[in-house]
């Protein structure tokens, strides 16, 4: 089973006020596990940057001013989609964002049935807790201390992750291994030979002191009946 996980960075929030898409990061997944296929790209947004928009992601203008425009990636990045599923972490904004670009340059938008949106599986994981990525990341336990500045492809290498974890890939893993941990035992108790019985050789003495302890216990002790049982066997009675 092959995934996308995306994610972007803008100029802003809204496409419709003509802000744009600056990078796109891109993780195959294969059975959601990373196959180490990546498709990364900045963009030249043909406008300049707010300042509130390159505190977010450290992206100027100036650094952008050379890179390719999106209708010179357009091939390259829809190849690379081809007709997988797409993961992303509150889709509804990278989704305006491509559309838009998408639009532009004369293609068929991205049906939103094509995506899952990790954002609405934590809030019904999560209902009531903080589910950005970074909130999702310090519950379960991922690294994401290079993560100063956004930036799309680490985001979508953390989202990977995180998509993992809600989708219960951590859960599984420890199921194998408890798996595996209880067959080993099987194989170990199958192949252990049971010890021979020990066999308790008593003296004379210990044998008179036991008929003596027996006697005094009168007549009621049921052990009498054992013990002239086990001397007329021994007897060969």
Known sequence: MREIVLDTETT??????GHRVVEIGCIELVNRIPSGATYQTYLNPERDMPREAEAVHGLSAAFLVDKPLFAEVIEDFLSFL?????????????????????????????????????LTLARRRHPGGPN??????????IDNSRRSKHGALLDAELLAE???????????????????VIARRAAVAATRRRAAARVVHLTDEERAAHRAFITN???????????SSDEGEKSGG
């Open 132 to 141: 950005r990525l970074d909130d999702l990341c310090a519950r379960y336990g």
């Open 217 to 227: 216990l009168g007549p009621a002790a049921i052990w009498r009946d054992y013990q």
């Open 162 to 180: 995180v998509y993992a974890e809600l989708v219960g890939g951590r859960q599984a893993r420890l199921g194998l291994g408890e798996e595996v």
């Open 12 to 17: 802003g929030l809204d496409p419709f006020a």
């Open 82 to 118: 081809s007709e997988t599923t797409l993961v992303i972490h509150n889709a509804g904004f990278d989704l305006a964002f491509l559309n838009a670009e998408l639009e532009r340059v004369g293609r068929p938008a991205i049906p939103r049935e094509r995506v899952v949106d990790t």
